[in-house]
């Protein structure tokens, strides 16, 4: 059999098993969970697998799962999906009572990683190595202060589920890796290849003031939210010394506000990320919202701590994978169905990932409304789950074919940002810091 013939007979098998991966992206979508927590979604995953007799590993980073299929020598080529959602309260498929949404479309990526996975496991003695299928948890940079009390308990060191399996060691034998992310409001079937994103640094704030009868004695009280809007006040009037190329984001929420209306706020609590093009940039810039946060609490008199976290670093596009995918993606769409180098201006820990092996992180269309927000929504279902795991298993079938001489090329051009895993944990244990409490009062 030939490479196109293998291609054409993971297309069959995919558009054979479509209403089984269309109802998968959408039982994901109507149950969302957010990240670490994704106890449902984990085991639909690890179910489909099993399903198509795999072994599957399970628990990994708390609810990850990852599986591999191949016994043939060769590249071991990942396809990776996200399983968690964001906290979108308003949106119509919400949790009621976690205010959790997949209006960011990660039950597509999990979806398309499985229907690439129907496709390849029939085919895999006819190609070299392995095809690994992984769904990571907690992409989604939230809930912050649930994620630090993870870190203390011992369950975690970094807050996102790629960085963990990093760290874990669970790509230590995967050789390069694919995965897919919607592109929020482009309606149309394209494919969004070579496009960047940012690093950043999260903050979690803590402003400790007094406690005080706010109508009877408020001057008996140091009021810690008046400290809070006072940094927020303070980061903004920074944004003018943020270089435009550098593309300094900084979008703080306050989180805890007070106990109650008619007592002087004295916990109040604050997130923010520090984003930017590069991870120089965002420690400049994160030394100045310190600065604007730290003056804040001086004013009032309140104490401060920060607590500084890892975040995640910039993407790497691999531009032959992306080449290789974009030649499978005009192959499915057309000449005019491939974008090139948009600027995403989000951040992923997909970028993590590409500091340390090759990796490609194709965006597409499929979707209305905005990502985050409550109007997020899927409208072309083979857009957003069916053409992409087709541009999977094709990619990958080109990577692997003739022994994996595609993939061993692209890992012997390779050059990764960190030479060992322990330099890229040591490199963000740097950024795992606490600033300390000062009684400025």
Known sequence: MTREELKARAIETI???????????????????LGFKERKTSRLVADTLKGLGLNCEEGLAITGVKAAAGNNPGPRIMVMGELDAVVCPLHPRADSDTGAAHSCGHNSQIAAMLGAA???VPLMDRLGGQAVFAAVPAEEYVELEYRERLRQEGKIVFFGGKQEFIRLGVLDDVDMGLMIHSHAGLRERKFLLSCDSSGFLGKIVHFIGKEAHAGAEP?????????????????????ETFKDGDRIRVHPIITKGGDMVNIVPADVRMETYVRGRSIAAVTDASAKVNRAIQG????????????????????IQNPELNRLFGLNGEALLGPEGNLLGCELMGATDA???????????VSTGGYSGTAHSKDFALCDEEMAYLLPAKAFAMTLIDLLWDNGAAARQIKAAYRPQFAAKADYVAFWQGFNRRIPARDEG
């Open 351 to 361: 970028g993590d990932i590409s500091s340390v092996m090759p990796f490609m992180h």
């Open 118 to 120: 129907m496709a390849l």
């Open 296 to 315: 804040a609490a001086l004013s009032v008199g309140t104490q401060v701590e920060i607590i500084e976290t890892p975040g995640y670093l910039p993407l």
């Open 219 to 239: 001057w008996n009280g140091v009021n810690a939210l008046n400290a809070a809007a006072l940094a927020i006040m303070g980061i903004n009037a920074l944004r």
């Open 15 to 33: 558009d054979q098993n479509a209403e089984k991966i269309r109802a998968i992206g959408n039982e994901i979508f109507n149950n969302p969970e």
